[in-house]
């Protein structure tokens, strides 16, 4: 552990050096990126600090009760070893999850899209409560949401909708939702009191930047339409929404819930790179997964990722057979602790992969 750590070292005092020169910073791309890797580095450079003191202490008490003979100091030194020996194991437990590579694309912004499936109004209302769910969790995390798409369901709730939420590391803790989430319940039109399974799909996406992806507007037709659903008489009597085609993908995206049609161009251009850059990234995981397979992958959406049982109050997480009784809690955005166990258990995984577990 100590040579990697040597070397993380080396590595970022390369990076001071680098950092301090005229040539880089006058190269903002380049100075943007070595100063991220910079303070990336940090955090495992200061624990190596902590590291290195410990295992020279080790050292030095080692040394004293083989070699000293006044029993006094071999009491001292004896004490030192049981102490520093104590502090070894949880301080190298600490570094292993900060040498775990991190997903490049977890500090970026998220695009959450969620669909309704399986179970037809009722799987609507259940997709309109998925969205209140994440606008809660999102707010208590002081991020904002903006609307991009809405479609809303016959009797209430949506077909989709697709929001952009804007706080660093917003992709790299919502990305664990991506998925089929399965409901247990009653529907209100059911006169039987029966309960009914209905599902709706959430994907998340890494909100690309313009670096990201290579997109030639001469790939992309754009089209303009009347919006419909909600936002007032204002969206009926001009073309304000915008279609987004890219032809050689296929892959279309429409947004009608800006004012203008320049603000839904410049929305619906965000999400359709982001998509693009989405197929990459799937690309690149599905060529990892034949050397990896991690447990709560983020790639597969046709996966039953969680049920929400409202006769029993629960809610299980099938990736990790984790079952929390407190639904309403959760339905109103508390899912720290769902999250949490999601990205240890992710770690995990790649510690042992890793061969560091």
């Not at 706080?167 to 399965?182: D, N, P, Q, T, W």
Request: proline residues 2%; hydrophobic residues 35%; contains cysteine.
């Amino acid at each position: 552990m100590l040579e990697k750590l040597e070397a993380i070292y080396a590595r970022f005092k390369e990076l001071e050096l680098l950092l301090s020169s005229p040539e880089v910073a006058s190269d903002m791309n380049r100075f943007s990126k070595l100063n991220k890797e910079y303070s990336d580095l940090k955090e495992i450079v200061e624990k190596y600090y902590e590291y290195r003191d410990l295992v020279g202490n080790l050292k030095e008490a080692k040394e004293i009760l083989e070699k000293e003979k006044d029993a006094e100091l071999k009491e001292m030194a004896k004490m030192e070893l049981e102490e520093l020996n104590e502090r070894k194991a949880p301080l190298e437990s600490e570094i292993k999850y900060l040498l775990i590579p991190k997903d490049p694309e977890d500090d970026k912004k998220a695009i959450v899209e969620i669909r309704s499936g399986t179970g037809g109004d009722e799987a609507s209302l259940f997709a309109g409560d998925l969205y209140k769910m994440y606008e809660r969790y999102c707010s208590s995390k002081g991020w904002t949401t903006e609307l991009v798409e809405l479609m809303e369901g016959t009797v209430g709730g949506f077909n989709k909708v697709v929001f952009n939420v804007n706080g660093a590391g917003a992709y790299g803790i919502l990305k664990f939702e991506s998925g089929v989430h399965r409901v247990q319940r009653v529907p209100e039109t059911e006169s039987q009191g029966r309960v009914h399974t209905s599902a709706a799909t959430v994907a998340v996406l890494a909100e690309a930047d313009e670096v990201d992806v290579k997109l030639d507007m001469k790939d992309v037709r754009r089209d303009t339409f009347r919006a419909s659903g909600a936002g007032g008489q204002h969206v009926n009597k001009t073309e304000s929404a915008v279609r987004l085609t890219h032809i050689p993908t296929g892959i279309v995206v429409e947004c009608q819930d800006g004012r203008s049609q320049h603000q839904n161009y410049d929305k619906a251009l965000i999400v359709l790179r982001s998509r693009l850059y989405e197929a990459e990234l799937l690309k690149k995981q599905e060529a990892e997964a034949k050397t990896r397979k991690t447990l709560v992958s983020t790639g597969d959406r046709s996966a039953k990722i969680r049920t929400y049982n409202f006769p029993q109050g629960r809610v299980t997480d099938h990736r990790i057979n984790l079952t929390l009784y407190n639904l309403p809690a959760v339905l109103n955005g508390d899912l720290d602790e769902i999250i949490d166990q999601l990205k240890m258990a992710d770690n995990a995984e790649k510690l042992k992969q890793g061969g560091m577990a």
